[in-house]
């Protein structure tokens, strides 16, 4: 089951694929709506149904190869889980193939992220998500995924921009000017113009991209763990990950907690386009275009 229901050997192989599609089930650490288990599978399955041929890019990025990986089945513990990861993520990355990766929760980011930065100089991480996800640790773990950008911003040292944030704790509130994150909330960005220039030029050379599908707004993807009113809406948060991919260097990406529910395919769809939406644009001048057969 390849995303985007590529069947050709060549587009699809692992040996001839340029980007990794790495399936995470997890949901471990939830905390309210439950699903994101199932959420990875549910998102390939509806990428099967898109047309591969990207309008914007005038391009079919899917012609680079794409391989989706063996589904990573959970561990028994959250720090099992997060070690495991790590060092799954050191492999695929060594490659020197795209990683994505599709959750599951948030929780599964940190690590992979880690990996990252151990393979790639100067890398900072481009957060889209309602959460701040800074706190030091929640229900009993700090590997939780309420706690991923603590781990990235004070653990790891990664500066972060977050953007689409209009949900945090008191704790955390308190804990941001001391660690290296620019926030751009939601309410200060939502329907205006030009703070996705930006938030792009708070970030490093490489950048890691989380995209937790809550942070854009429930009216467009109801089906995710905790959902918050007053999101992103679709075309900005296009045109923030178009502006980072042609200003900035994408290295590695993941897309987590869409909660899986029966008749969500519209949610589940999304995903899959965003993703799909995502590698046209980190890889806009590396494919042809389909109009001229220029590049």
Same mark, same amino acid.
């Given at each position: 089951?390849?995303f985007?229901g590529?069947?050709?050997e060549q /587009?699809?192989?692992f040996? #001839? ?9 997890y949901?471990?650490?939830?905390? @309210?709506g439950a699903?994101?288990g199932?959420?990875a599978?549910?998102v390939i399955? +509806?990428s099967?149904n898109m047309?591969l @041929? ?7 990025v899917y012609?680079?190869g794409?391989?989706? &990986? *063996?589904e ?7 720090a099992?889980?997060?070690e495991?990861l790590?060092?799954?993520?050191k492999? /695929?990355? +060594?490659t020197s193939k795209f /990683? ?8 599964v980011?940190?690590?992979v992220?880690?990996a990252h930065a151990?393979?790639f100089d100067n890398?900072s991480v ?5 959460h ?7 229900d009993?773990t700090?590997? #939780?995924h309420?706690c991923?950008?603590r781990?990235v911003?004070?653990?790891l040292?990664?500066? +972060?921009?977050q953007c689409?944030?209009r949900?945090?704790?008191a704790?955390e509130a308190?804990?941001i ?7 751009f909330?939601a ?13 792009a030029s708070?970030l490093?050379?490489?950048v @890691?991209?989380t995209i937790d599908?809550d942070g854009?707004?429930p009216s467009?993807?109801?089906h995710t763990?905790?959902? *918050?009113p007053g999101? =992103?809406?679709?075309? *900005?948060? &296009?045109? &923030?990950?178009?502006t980072v ?5 994408i ?10 529910a029966?008749g969500?395919?519209a949610?589940?769809?999304l995903?899959a ?5 995502? =590698?046209?644009?980190?890889y806009?001048?590396?494919t042809?275009r389909?109009r001229?057969?220029s590049?």
């Amino acid at each position: 089951m390849n995303f985007g229901g590529v069947a050709d050997e060549q /587009l699809s192989s692992f040996d #001839s694929s340029r980007i990794l599609i790495w399936p995470v089930s997890y949901e471990g650490t939830v905390s @309210y709506g439950a699903g994101t288990g199932a959420g990875a599978r549910a998102v390939i399955e +509806a990428s099967r149904n898109m047309e591969l @041929y990207d309008e914007e890019t005038d391009a079919e990025v899917y012609r680079l190869g794409i391989h989706t &990986l *063996e589904e990573f089945a959970p561990l028994e513990t959250p720090a099992r889980m997060v070690e495991a990861l790590h060092q799954r993520a050191k492999d /695929l990355i +060594a490659t020197s193939k795209f /990683l994505c990766m599709i959750g599951g929760e948030h929780s599964v980011s940190a690590p992979v992220v880690e990996a990252h930065a151990e393979k790639f100089d100067n890398l900072s991480v481009l957060q889209i998500d309602a959460h701040a996800d800074l706190r030091d640790e929640y229900d009993g773990t700090p590997y #939780s995924h309420a706690c991923i950008m603590r781990r990235v911003t004070e653990d790891l040292k990664i500066p +972060a921009v977050q953007c689409g944030i209009r949900s945090l704790s008191a704790d955390e509130a308190r804990a941001i000017k001391n660690l290296p994150t620019r926030i751009f909330w939601a309410k200060d960005i939502v329907g205006r113009e030009g703070w996705q220039q930006q938030a792009a030029s708070h970030l490093t050379e490489n950048v @890691y991209l989380t995209i937790d599908i809550d942070g854009l707004d429930p009216s467009l993807v109801p089906h995710t763990g905790t959902p *918050e009113p007053g999101g =992103l809406g679709w075309y *900005e948060t &296009l045109e &923030l990950i178009k502006t980072v991919a042609r200003t900035r260097r994408i290295v590695g990406m993941d897309l987590v907690e869409y909660a899986h529910a029966e008749g969500a395919d519209a949610s589940a769809f999304l995903c899959a386009k965003l993703i799909y939406k995502t =590698l046209s644009y980190i890889y806009e001048n590396q494919t042809e275009r389909v109009r001229d057969g220029s590049k």
